[in-house]
């Protein structure tokens, strides 16, 4: 199995920058797809960006593209998600995920297998 547990939330300022990481223990991260996701007070979880097993792919949701940037280091065992020119919609509790599964829909969260417990930011107008 494997555990998650993001870190690096906190207060920001709108235009400003946070990268958040996500550390994972229980195996290894290589084998596994990996996405951010977040959600808003009284909103449904979204996704917001994903990376392939061996990170030479990367796909974010259309709010955050040209803003957000993930990565990961497999060999730290750590994702990331670098946020610049935040927003205050950017406000959400973000959670990582990963997935075991060798096909899947990206940005649907059943189809990931782990979750962290998530890590709260909040943009400031």
């Known amino acids: 199995q494997v555990q998650l547990v993001e870190s690096g939330g906190g207060l920001v300022q709108a235009g400003g920058s946070r990268r958040l990481s996500c550390a994972a223990s229980?195996?290894?991260?290589?084998?596994?797809?990996m996405a951010w996701f977040r959600q808003a007070p009284g909103k449904e979880r979204k996704f917001v960006a994903a990376i392939n097993r061996n990170g030479g792919n990367t796909y974010y949701s259309d709010s955050v593209k040209g803003r957000f940037t993930i990565s990961r280091d497999n060999a730290k065992n750590t994702l990331y998600l670098q946020m610049n020119s935040l927003k205050p919609e950017d406000t959400a509790v973000y959670y990582c995920?990963?997935?075991?599964?060798?096909?899947?829909?990206?940005?649907?969260?059943?189809?990931?297998?782990?979750w962290g417990q998530g890590t709260q930011v909040t943009v400031s107008s």
């Open positions: 229980g195996r290894t991260l290589s084998g596994l797809g």
């Open positions: 995920a990963a997935t075991q599964r060798a096909y899947y829909e990206l940005e649907d969260s059943r189809h990931y297998d782990y």
